[in-house]
């Protein structure tokens, strides 16, 4: 007899709290955050710093240039960037020329408001200099 009142209170206690989860989920609201005007500048630019920051963890960014693997870092910058974001992404020596021979972009930049941030990268293999320009704005 004991033991059947002690089942009972099990599943009396876990009917108790998959009704407070699903009311805790009913009754929270879905966060929307609105941008305008400048802080729409703001955002791209703290976004697309942070991507090129966790691209170059562990000097990941520096060995994709180096080994001109283009598409994995066109890869990773769709992971990393939020969908409704377009990014076009160039790679510079120290002289300023151009290494990427192909075009690493989501889409069409002209016309938009486009945020530019540049990021200075070191190689550490070998310590060749780079400069990384990453254009961002958003899809509309």
Known sequence: M?????????VLEAFLATIIVFSALSLSKPIY???NG????????????????????????????EQKNWTEISSRLLILLPLGVSYNFTVYDEELGILN???????????????SIQYLLVDRTNFNFYVVRLQLA???
């Open 2 to 10: 004991l033991r059947n009142r002690r089942g009972q209170i099990r």
């Open 33 to 35: 955050v609105a941008f």
């Open 38 to 65: 400048q802080d729409d500048q703001d955002v791209l630019y703290s976004m697309g710093l942070n991507a090129l920051i966790e691209l170059d963890r562990e000097g990941d960014l520096g060995q994709l240039i």
């Open 101 to 115: 021979d192909s075009s690493i972009s989501s889409g069409n930049l002209n016309g938009i408001n486009v945020v």
């Open 138 to 140: 958003w899809m509309k």
